[in-house]
Structures are given as C-alpha cells and as structure tokens.
C-alpha cells in the first residue's frame, strides 16, 4: 500500500501528500507528521526518509562571547516562577520560544527568544494536532449557540414555571378561604358558633394533614415546604402559604420565582454538561476514526 503523509502547519493539518511532494515543503524538525502505517503524530526528525530535508537548527551559540559569566535566570512555566538557575541549568529544562525569562542583569522578563544564549535551545511550540484543534471548535460552537440557547431556555421555562406555580397557588389559597372563612388559622377550639371550626369541618379538612388549634396552620405548613423545588410542589400537590405571602402575594410571586430559577439552574447545568460532555466525546472518537487506515 502506498504511504501517504500528512503534516501540521501553523495549526492545521494539511494532507494527504506523497513522500516526493512532501519534500517539496519547508519542514522543520519540530513539524509533527502523521503516516500511514504509523497512525500517531511524530516529529519530522524522527523520520529517516525527511531527514535530508529537514531545515537544520541553528548553530550553537558561543557563551563565551556573551558575557554572561556568573549571571542567574528565573523563568515562568505554566503560570509558575521557577528559579533561580545557571545558564547551563535552565537549559536542561524544555524551553518554548514565548515562556517568559528573566535574567539578573534586566530589569524587565523577556520572552526566551530574545536571549542570544537560548537561540540554539528554545522550542517551537508544535500546531495543535486535529483532535485539538476540533475540541476547541467544540468549545467556541457551545458558548456561541448552544450555552446561549441554553440561558434562554432557563429564563424562559423559569419564568413561565414561577409564574404558573404562583397562579396555582394563589388561586387555591383564595378558594380555600373563601371555602372556610379563614376559621383554620387560629381558633383554639371547635363550636358550631359563627367563625370557628366545626367538628364536622375539622372532620372534612384536606387542606392540612393535621389541624393545629391557636396555630396560623397554613403558615406553619408553608415554613414546613422549604426553598428548593417549592414551586414545582404546585404541580402535584399543594403550596402552602407563610403568614407574610399570606398578606402579600408579591412576596408569593417572588419567593416562587426565586425558587424556580436557583432549582432550574442544577437541572440545566447539568443538561449543558452532558451535552458538552456527550459532543467532546463524540469529535475525539470522529477524529480518531479518520485519520485511522482505510
């Protein structure tokens, strides 16, 4: 089978060549390389049948003639400052040519390949490899359109909850007190006189589990619900009112909506994360299907 060639440029990948029209290309030793019969990314150098083409390094530099005798260097990988070394030192270390170096006699850190004596030693940070290349295309399509659908679809389906639960609750509060009267929310007895609780409505009672005398009932059932998911409770069951959401509906209206969008924010974080998850996945495997041989 003939081999065929593909090489990383300036980060992207160009290919498929054949060997005779590879070597028509400026190769470096750095470029990394994919070949057929190898199926993995590797330094042009480490190619025999390049090896006559590759453009040679340059040439060593003579220490001697910088007059840096006795000088030290700190340098920041990685976010981190290390350091300090001799000129000897710093080079055993792998040295891109834009880490950041700052040497003894400056005032000011400079990127490795302003250094004379690091001409010979520097790196060339290699192009992203295809895999690369596509997650970060991944990456920029979800913040673009799909995290934005997503904030859209949280506002929206959270409003439209919040305001629907409070509609459901409202409604059922105002029956329920026209129903009773408002005879469940302190009396301490029950009497067939006007205003107070029956035997028989005690009896009849499905609003509240158990009926509490001298107690705002509906208040005390309201604290009971807690915060989270307390407006999705409208749905399938009954939300009940604190003594203050009792007076005031805005304060209904808000604590719901409040609840709606913080208990929404986990189930759309974590729809956004799996399907993050799902896509990243999904473009390694395409990418290494591909450059796999046929």
């Given at each position: 089978?003939?081999?065929?060639?593909?090489?990383?440029?300036?980060g992207?990948?160009?290919?498929?060549?054949?060997?005779?029209d590879?070597?028509k290309?400026?190769?470096?030793?750095?470029?990394?390389?994919?070949?057929?019969?190898?199926?993995?990314?590797?330094?042009a150098?480490?190619?025999?049948?390049?090896?006559?083409?590759?453009?040679?390094?340059?040439?060593p530099?003579?220490?001697?003639?910088?007059?840096?005798?006795?000088?030290?260097?700190?340098?920041q990988?990685?976010?981190?400052?290390?350091?300090?070394?001799?000129?000897?030192?710093?080079?055993?270390?792998?040295?891109?040519?834009?880490e950041?170096?700052?040497?003894?006699?400056?005032?000011?850190?400079?990127k490795?390949?302003?250094?004379?004596?690091f001409?010979?030693?520097?790196?060339i940070?290699?192009?992203?490899?295809?895999?690369?290349?596509?997650?970060?295309?991944?990456?920029?399509?979800?913040?673009?359109?799909?995290?934005?659908?997503?904030?859209?679809?949280?506002?929206?389906?959270?409003?439209?909850?919040?305001?629907?639960?409070?509609?459901?609750?409202?409604?059922?509060?105002?029956?329920?007190?026209?129903?009773?009267?408002?005879?469940?929310?302190?009396?301490?007895r029950?009497?067939?006189?006007?205003?107070?609780?029956?035997?028989?409505?005690?009896?009849?009672?499905?609003?509240?589990?158990?009926?509490?005398?001298?107690?705002?009932?509906?208040?005390?059932?309201?604290?009971?619900?807690?915060?989270?998911?307390?407006?999705?409770?409208?749905?399938?069951?009954?939300?009940?009112?604190?003594?203050?959401e009792?007076?005031?509906?805005?304060?209904?209206?808000?604590?719901?909506?409040?609840?709606?969008?913080?208990?929404?924010?986990?189930?759309?974080?974590?729809?956004?994360?799996?399907?993050?998850t799902?896509?990243?996945?999904s473009t390694?495997?395409?990418?290494?299907?591909?450059?796999?041989p046929?």
């Open positions: 089978m003939e081999q065929y060639y593909f090489l990383q440029k300036n992207n990948s160009q290919g498929p060549y054949r060997l005779v590879l070597k290309l400026a190769i470096q030793a750095d470029d990394l390389v994919w070949r057929n019969n190898t199926n993995e990314w590797v330094k150098s480490d190619l025999e049948e390049l090896s006559d083409i590759i453009i040679a390094k340059a040439p530099v003579d220490e001697s003639s910088l007059n840096i005798a006795g000088l030290y260097y700190f340098i990988q990685k976010g981190i400052k290390k350091g300090p070394f001799k000129l000897q030192e710093l080079k055993q270390l792998t040295i891109y040519f834009d950041l170096v700052w040497r003894s006699d400056s005032d000011q850190w400079k490795s390949s302003d250094f004379e004596e001409r010979d030693s520097f790196v940070k290699p192009p992203p490899t295809p895999t690369e290349q596509n997650i970060t295309e991944v990456n920029k399509k979800f913040v673009s359109k799909i995290f934005g659908r997503l904030v859209y679809l949280y506002i929206t389906i959270s409003v439209l909850i919040g305001i629907i639960s409070y509609t459901i609750a409202q409604t059922s509060w105002e029956n329920y007190i026209k129903e009773t009267e408002g005879k469940y929310l302190g009396n301490t029950s009497s067939n006189a006007p205003g107070y609780v029956t035997d028989y409505e005690l009896m009849m009672n499905k609003r509240y589990p158990y009926y509490r005398p001298n107690s705002n009932n509906e208040s005390a059932y309201g604290y009971g619900q807690g915060f989270w998911f307390r407006s999705f409770i409208a749905f399938g069951g009954t939300v009940y009112l604190t003594e203050e009792q007076r005031n509906s805005n304060a209904l209206l808000g604590n719901l909506m409040l609840s709606s969008f913080a208990s929404l924010s986990f189930i759309f974080v974590a729809i956004g994360l799996i399907y993050y799902i896509q990243r996945v390694e495997v395409e990418i290494e299907t591909s450059i796999l046929k």
